[in-house]
Nanobody
Framework: QVQLVESGGGLVQAGGSLRLSCAAS????????MGWFRQAPGKEREFVAAISWSGGSTYYADSVKGRFTISRDNAKNTVYLQMNSLKPEDTAVYYC???????????????WGQGTQVTVSS
C-alpha cells in the first residue's frame, strides 16, 4: 500500500507559478514511477507528466511541455510539479499517482492521491 497526499494548489493569476508536492508513505517510494494527472469539470482525467523511479526519465503532455517540470526527491519520499507560465486552461484538480513503471495512461497507475485544486484566473 502507498498513500499519496498532494499539497500546494491554490489560486494564481495567468502567467504565475505554483509548485505542487506529493508526499508518499507506505511501501518503498523510490521503486515507483510517479505521475501527475489533472481533471477539469466535464473532462476526462488528463495526463500531465511522469517520472521514472530513478528520476532519469521524464515525460510531458504536449500542452504543458516547456512550462511544467516534474522532479522527485526519494530521500524525502516526495514528487514535485513545478508549474510556470500558468494559463486559465490549466485550471483543474491535480492528482499524483504511483505505478510500478512509468506510464502516461491513468489505468496503469495503482495508487492515487486525493487531489489538489489549481485555479488560474485570467
Amino acid at each position: 500500500q502507498v498513500q499519496l497526499v498532494e499539497s500546494g494548489g491554490g489560486l494564481v493569476q495567468a502567467g504565475g507559478s505554483l509548485r505542487l508536492s506529493c508526499a508518499a508513505s507506505g511501501r518503498t517510494f523510490s521503486r515507483y514511477a510517479m505521475g501527475w494527472f489533472r481533471q477539469a469539470p466535464g473532462k476526462e482525467r488528463e495526463f500531465v507528466a511522469a517520472i521514472s523511479w530513478s528520476g532519469g526519465s521524464t515525460y510531458y503532455a504536449d500542452s504543458v511541455k516547456g512550462r511544467f517540470t516534474i522532479s522527485r526527491d526519494n530521500a524525502k519520499n516526495t514528487v514535485y510539479l513545478q508549474m510556470n507560465s500558468l494559463k486559465p486552461e490549466d485550471t483543474a484538480v491535480y492528482y499524483c499517482a504511483a505505478s510500478v513503471s512509468v506510464a502516461s495512461v491513468a489505468g496503469e497507475y495503482d495508487y492515487w492521491g486525493q487531489g489538489t485544486q489549481v485555479t488560474v484566473s485570467s
